[in-house]
């Protein structure tokens, strides 16, 4: 009787244990998932963030070309412009270093962790695109 209840037991854990065994596996998954989405969400920030870049100084230099006006009152007022257009790029500029320095924290975070990370970094990309549309 008694080594019929030990073996039941030995059934039960054995039972319990694959099954911890089973969910650990997916879990291992789902994290590497996680990470391969936000290594592939850091790199459309990062080009997007580089051909924001190089648009907003094509924009500072037509604008500077377009300082010099025909006449002086016309170049004053495309100066102001081109202040605006400095400040909206330094604006920018700092918003993308503030992304940056997210992206660049160490990825030694718990699993659990990883997955609102994506999550913040999609809503971030997502800040993104609305500005560059706006």
């Known amino acids: 009787e008694n080594l019929r209840k030990h073996h039941q037991e030995q059934k039960l854990l ?3 244990y ?3 065994q089973q969910q650990l596996t997916q ?3 789902a994290a590497g998932d996680a990470l391969k989405e936000k290594e592939q969400l850091k790199v459309l920030l990062g080009a997007k963030e580089k051909e924001e870049g190089a648009r907003g100084l094509e924009t500072v230099k037509v604008q500077h070309r377009s300082t010099m006006g025909d006449y002086s009152g016309q170049s004053v007022i495309k100066g102001k ?3 605006l257009v400095k400040q909206a790029h330094s604006l920018e500029s700092d918003q993308n270093a503030v992304v940056s320095r997210r992206l660049l924290r160490s990825p030694t975070k718990a699993d659990g962790d990883v997955s ?3 999550e913040a970094l999609r809503c971030e990309l997502e800040v993104v695109k609305r500005r560059q549309q706006a």
């Open 18 to 20: 694959n099954l911890l």
């Open 27 to 29: 879990e291992k998954t």
């Open 81 to 83: 412009e081109n202040i």
């Open 116 to 118: 609102g990370e994506v």
């Open 14 to 16: 054995m039972e319990k």
